[in-house]
């Protein structure tokens, strides 16, 4: 489910000016992508339209600061398999961190981008690596919640509140199932640049006995998208200059 509690950044039309780019370029939107699937996903990615750069995640695991599983973590990017391009591979954590929640507790997380350093601050724990650079487009934010009868999982919700991106508040997104079953939302940012800065709370809650592993998690997905670049001011100008002599020539043929 996604709340957003902005409307961010209503481009104007005719009357914007080359001196309005600039502004326009280093503007954010967000897109509504309500019904969006893991599927869809995934095949944002195995087209090209979408290139992951690194993703942030927090997850159940199994909810304790032992090692055998991990519940904070900054991971490689999903690509297509070389040999074999309808599958994906990556995803590994090049640091990770072990972390104990309460259900229906209201956690803090920071994730900053310098385009060289990733710092990713979850309940005051930080991590932090140097393993990704580079500019980035688009942030799609996932969040995930399952549950299993069977296992004695009656239900959960996953949900991040008080999102905000570069200080400007862009709403929240939560999943929730009832019994077994999952469910699974996004919500993108797009038209960003680094650096940038993006904090929120998140919540994990359940009835019954705990989830594991990624049951109950988040990822920030941090990279690229296909997109036509906006000309520079300059370029605009220049266009504008030759456009302008393109018609006084056809002037002079036609007199």
Do not use: C
């Amino acid at each position: 489910m996604i709340r957003i509690h902005h409307t961010l950044f209503a481009l104007a039309a005719a009357g914007v000016g080359m001196f309005s780019i600039p502004a326009v370029a280093n503007a954010f939107s967000l897109v509504d992508r309500t019904g969006f699937t893991d599927t869809q996903f995934n095949d944002l990615i195995k087209t090209g339209k979408f290139t992951e750069l690194f993703v942030a995640e927090s997850r159940i695991g199994n909810n304790s600061t032992s090692t055998a599983e991990r519940e904070l973590g900054i991971n490689t990017a999903i690509i297509p398999d070389p040999n074999n391009p309808n599958q994906l591979v990556g995803g590994l954590p090049v640091v990770s961190g072990e972390r104990a929640w309460t259900s229906g507790a209201l956690v803090d997380f920071v994730l900053e981008y310098t385009g060289s350093l990733v710092k990713y601050t979850v309940g005051g724990q930080l991590l932090s690596s140097t393993a990704f650079s580079g500019p980035v487009t688009d942030i799609f934010l996932r969040t995930r919640a399952a549950g299993d009868v069977s296992k004695g999982i009656n239900g959960s919700t996953m949900g991040l509140s008080d999102l905000v991106f570069e200080e400007v508040g862009i709403g929240s997104l939560s999943s929730s199932v009832t019994g077994t079953g999952s469910d699974v939302d996004y919500l993108q940012i797009a038209n960003i640049s680094a650096p940038f800065k993006l904090t929120g709370k998140s919540m994990m809650s359940w009835i019954g006995n705990n989830p594991k592993n990624s049951q109950l998690a988040y990822q920030i997905k941090v990279g690229n998208t296909e997109s036509q670049s906006i000309p520079e001011p300059a370029t605009v100008g220049a266009l504008l200059l030759t456009g302008a002599l393109a018609l006084g020539s056809r002037k002079q043929q036609k007199a």
